[in-house]
């Protein structure tokens, strides 16, 4: 059974610091999502890592992908107020198109002034 | 383009009444799925559909039944609500095929569903 980790589950940060959020997984999947979630809406799509070292980036987060050590991370760079959310992972254990997702319980982010 | 959307937005039920929740898309997705969102458990899925037709139960099937007549729509039916079915939950679909740009799953706006 496909088993996905994210650590820590509530982080709370000073606008300016950085920060890493961890995803961990526990069978073979090069495909690994990131969403973003605020109070009370739907989830938003962050990134999409397709491969072995992709890296992705926008603003101040950057999501990387690792598959031979079956980890994803999520950096934050000098938070802001505004990244104040729940990030999840996911990630795709079937290759092809079934599209079956599994997410992570998620990291709920607060950043404080 | 209206994207997923999902009907109603809230709902309350009473213990052993049935509902459907509601789910279409405008974008010709194959691929649509029910998630459901509890505190501190991520998503779950319910039920999923890779075409009209054809459907297959996610994590979490019990007590909820789905049909795909139609590419555009998904409903998920809760048979004999049960308090333990009050949640968020979530409709979404995508595009089959591997292309990155068909990677990404489109999300409804949620139903929130309370059973008393």
């Known amino acids: 059974e496909l088993k996905v980790e994210q650590n820590p589950l509530f982080l709370s940060m000073q606008e300016g610091k950085n920060y890493t959020i961890y995803c961990n997984y526990s069978?073979?999947?090069?495909?690994l999502y990131w969403y973003r979630q605020d109070p009370g809406k739907s989830l938003e799509s962050l990134f999409v890592?397709?491969?072995?070292?992709a890296v992705k980036q926008e603003g101040r987060l950057m999501a990387s992908l690792d598959t031979k050590a079956r980890l994803s991370t999520l950096h934050i760079t000098a938070a802001v107020h505004d990244l104040s959310a729940t990030y999840f992972c996911?990630?795709?254990?079937?290759?092809?198109?079934?599209?079956?997702?599994?997410f992570g319980k998620g990291t709920k982010l607060s950043v404080k002034p | 383009n209206a994207g997923v959307t999902q009907t109603p937005k809230f709902q309350v039920l009473k213990t052993g009444q049935s509902m459907t929740l509601q789910c279409a898309q405008d974008?010709?997705?194959?691929?649509m799925s029910w998630y459901r969102q509890d505190p501190g458990m991520g998503l779950r899925l319910i039920h999923y559909?890779?075409?009209?037709?054809?459907?297959d139960q996610g994590e979490v099937p019990n007590g909820y039944n789905v049909s795909r007549s139609t590419t555009e729509d998904f409903p998920l039916r809760l048979l004999s609500a049960a308090p333990s079915q009050t949640s968020v939950y979530f409709c979404?679909?995508?595009?089959?095929?591997?292309?990155?740009?068909?990677?990404?799953?489109?999300f409804g706006s949620g139903t929130q569903l309370s059973v008393l």
């Open positions: 890592l397709l491969s072995n070292g």
């Open positions: 979404a679909s995508r595009p089959r095929g591997l292309r990155p740009t068909n990677e990404k799953l489109f």
């Open positions: 974008m010709n997705h194959e691929y």
């Open positions: 559909s890779v075409g009209a037709g054809i459907t």
């Open positions: 069978t073979t999947s090069d495909r």
């Open positions: 996911a990630v795709d254990p079937l290759r092809g198109s079934q599209g079956n997702l599994i």
